[in-house]
């Protein structure tokens, strides 16, 4: 097991929760903590014993603030390209995982925080967050693919304008502008997150991981070649235990048992 210095994670229920845990600079990612949390979504991918993974912050003031500045600060091109490499893989290492990742977004959200949430594939948010690409005010750009994915998640027009004015905006108009699916008082964050989460760790886990690459994938090409992969994984579906349970159950009026095969 890896030796976590800047994550807390634990699994309950077949869920993991992988909380970003450097409070006292509100979860700033500095290249260690990039290391863990590719590490992290790395092993949790093929983990046996879990099927959702939630990700949030510690604390109630950030989820994560961005990357760290102190660390950034003294980088040349080459230092940071690299660093920048280095957090594209490690949100990747999100973005790739075969199983759903939900993030509990409990306040700041900027930059790099930003960027790390728009790798999962679900966004809950408190009521409180603040979320921003304020790059642009420290005479860079967002670099940890967050050009790419704040793009494909509201258009280019209001990525363009979120990216060059660097502004900060609250949780309503980022659910407004379709990066969250849900806005939720602070207090109930956690719960929320993790009832979304019991409701998706109770289906079969072939399905869940099939489908998220009929979307990741689908969404990168164009819609024909996207349809046939769709009905390609379609048929590989009848190939398991859990759809014949599945359809069984419906027709029995019962709750689908699944073994996840």
Not at 13 to 25: G, H, L, M
Not at 152 to 180: D, H, P, S
Not at 181 to 198: G, I, S, T
Request: glycine share 10%; net charge neutral.
């Amino acid at each position: 097991m890896y030796n976590y210095q800047n994550l807390l994670v634990s699994i309950e229920a077949k869920i993991a929760t992988v909380t970003v845990n450097r409070p006292k600079v509100l979860n700033a990612l500095n290249k260690d903590t990039l290391l863990e949390i590719k590490a992290a979504f790395t092993t949790l991918a093929t983990d046996p014993s879990v099927k959702v993974i939630i990700l949030t912050g510690s604390g109630e003031k950030a989820f994560v603030a961005g990357a760290d500045i102190a660390f950034m600060q003294p980088l040349n091109a080459i230092e940071g390209y690299e660093f920048g490499r280095l957090g594209q893989e490690a949100f990747m290492a999100i973005e790739a995982c075969p199983k759903p990742v939900i993030a509990a977004i409990n306040g700041f959200a900027l930059g790099g925080g930003q960027e790390i949430c728009m790798a999962c594939d679900l966004r809950i948010a408190a009521d409180n967050a603040k979320f921003g690409q304020p790059e642009i005010n420290l005479g860079i750009i967002p670099g940890f693919a967050g050009t790419q994915r704040l793009t494909r998640l509201v258009g280019k027009t209001a990525a363009k304008y979120i990216i060059y004015t660097g502004e900060m905006f609250g949780a309503e108009e980022a659910y407004r502008l379709g990066l969250l699916n849900k806005v939720v008082p602070l207090a109930n964050l956690m719960a929320e997150a993790n009832a979304v989460a019991q409701k998706i760790a109770g289906k079969g886990a072939v399905s869940l991981k099939i489908a998220k690459s009929a979307i990741d994938i689908g969404i990168e090409t164009d819609f024909n070649t996207g349809s046939i992969h769709e009905a390609e994984l379609f048929g590989l579906c009848f190939a398991t235990a859990d759809q014949k349970e599945g359809m069984q159950a419906f027709l029995e009026k019962r709750k689908a048992e699944f073994i996840d095969r």
